[in-house]
């Protein structure tokens, strides 16, 4: 499938939509507004690529909303060639919106087929990230630390395994509740044994799965 001019018409269309939802950060919108997100879907869904909705991505997941990934991401305050850790990989839509802001993505999904799906995909597209089979939970220890890291599912507690692998003046962007809705945190590290933690209004994600339970 390629991306058309009416592809382009609808992206800007919800570039539009999520700068009047309140994201002003103007390299964020052009990273959206770069990524074929009719892409990442599931044909069922292609017509819907551009509405400002999660859709199912197979394995019992979804690709996040545009709101959300524009949200997250504008949380993250990101500067050009940082290196970034993502839990969650999913579709890799959020992926490729961090690659458009010229960072070193290294992004981890506990479900195998997922995994090994977007580990295709992605580069297939012209994104380059580093794919990791695993648990989020744990972080990527051998690549820390991280200027910035996003969850990008429900998280039932902050992880300090996590906050660990952070740089100091490092930010981390985690949606934080066992529930249907989650709060968005931001956590700024601001020595090695202080944080500064805000939040920033509710989100639904998908739960967070450890080590316990079975994802795949
Ligand atoms: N960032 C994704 C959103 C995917 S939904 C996107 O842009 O499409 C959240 C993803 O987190 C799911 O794919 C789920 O399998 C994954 N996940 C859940 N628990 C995890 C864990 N402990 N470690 C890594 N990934 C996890």
């Known amino acids: 499938m390629k991306d058309t001019f009416l592809h382009k018409g609808l992206r800007n269309k919800l570039v539009e939509h999520l700068s009047e939802k309140g994201i002003n950060n103007t390299d964020v ?20 690529a551009y509405q400002d909705k999660a859709f199912p991505i197979g394995s019992g997941q979804t690709i996040s909303q545009p709101y959300t990934v524009a949200f997250q991401t504008q949380l993250l305050d990101i500067k050009p ?50 794919f990791f089979y695993g648990d989020g939970y744990k972080g990527l220890e051998k690549f820390a630390p991280f200027d910035r890291i996003i969850i990008t599912c429900g998280a ?47 989100f639904s994600f998908v739960p967070m799965l450890n080590d316990k339970q079975n994802g795949n």
């Open 29 to 48: 919108l052009d990273a959206i507004n770069n990524v074929p997100r009719h892409l990442f879907m599931d044909n069922a869904f292609v017509n819907f």
């Open 81 to 130: 060639y940082q290196k970034i850790l993502e839990i969650g990989t999913g579709s890799g839509y959020q992926a490729a919106v961090l690659n458009e802001l010229n960072t070193h993505v290294y992004t981890i999904e506990r479900q195998k087929d997922l995994f090994k799906k977007t580990k295709g995909f992605l580069p297939s597209i012209g994104y380059q990230c580093n």
């Open 156 to 202: 039932p507690q902050i992880p300090q395994s996590l906050i660990d692998q952070l740089k100091i003046g490092g930010r981390m962007v985690a949606p934080i509740g066992d529930g249907d809705i989650q709060i968005m945190h931001l956590i700024e590290k601001i020595s090695e044994t202080e944080t500064k933690i805000t939040t920033h209004g509710e």
